[in-house]
T-cell receptor
Framework: GNSVTQMEGPVTLSEEAFLTINCTYT??????LFWYVQYPGEGLQLLLK?????DKGSNKGFEATYRKETTSFHLEKGSVQVSDSAVYFC??????????????FGQGTILTVHP | DAEITQSPRHKITETGRQVTLACHQT?????MFWYRQDLGHGLRLIHY???????NKGEVSDGYSVSRSNTEDLPLTLESAASSQTSVYFC?????????????FGAGSRLTVL
């Protein structure tokens, strides 16, 4: 299958705390992996991506490493800010064939950062 | 600036009515998608199109249809709205080649079926 499992939220942190949001995927095919972020009242936007094993995606201080051996793509940030409060979605491409843009998303993790 | 716009942003309708959600993009992307977002389910693919006159069913296509008569537009039609179709609907588009899996999303359309 093409499933993606994210850690359940919501996650509440104080400003400057370390963030980890866990994501695991089914090991079908050779997917590309993504983290998308949704700020309040907006659509999703790409945060970072990785296309093959051991790749590290990074953007705005967030990082995630494609771990094939553990089928994981955990999102991390060393010091969160109030402006990082949003919903974070892990996603993978569908396996095989013409799967362009057909992503399977996790259920989303709500992050709230307090001053 | 290029953009992807959805309308209406909010709509309330009654069970059994036909509803059309519009999606218009000025990115000149060939690929367009409709997803629905429900609590606990993330986003699920409804329909998608890889070009003019091309449409395909996604994982939750029952009760929905799309048409692609030009590059810019992919309207989503609910033939006979049901309460189970109360959701937030997102349109997305992507380029070809290596950018095909990088989706650009609209701001969403919140539909309530009473």
């Amino acid at each position: 299958g093409n499933s993606v499992t994210q850690m359940e939220g919501p996650v509440t942190l104080s400003e400057e705390a370390f963030l980890t949001i866990n994501c695991t995927y089914t090991a079908t095919g050779y997917p590309s992996l993504f983290w998308y972020v949704q700020y309040p009242g907006e659509g999703l936007q790409l945060l970072l991506k990785a296309t093959k094993a051991d790749d590290k995606g990074s953007n705005k201080g967030f990082e995630a490493t494609y771990r094939k051996e553990t089928t994981s793509f955990h999102l991390e940030k060393g010091s969160v800010q109030v402006s990082d409060s949003a919903v974070y979605f892990c996603a993978r491409t569908h396996a095989g064939g013409t799967s362009y843009g057909k992503l399977t998303f996790g259920q989303g993790t709500i992050l709230t950062v307090h001053p | 600036d290029a953009e992807i716009t959805q309308s209406p942003r909010h709509k309330i309708t009654e069970t059994g009515r036909q509803v059309t959600l519009a999606c218009h993009q000025t990115w000149n992307h060939n690929n367009m998608f409709w997803y629905r977002q429900d609590l606990g389910h993330g986003l699920r693919l409804i329909h998608y199109s890889y070009g003019v006159q091309d449409t395909n069913k996604g994982e939750v296509s029952d009760g929905y249809s799309v048409s692609r008569s030009n590059t810019e537009d992919l309207p989503l039609t609910l033939e006979s709205a049901a309460s189970s179709q109360t959701s937030v609907y997102f349109c997305a588009s992507s380029d070809g080649g290596t950018g095909a899996n990088v989706l650009t999303f609209g701001a969403g359309s919140r539909l309530t079926v009473l």
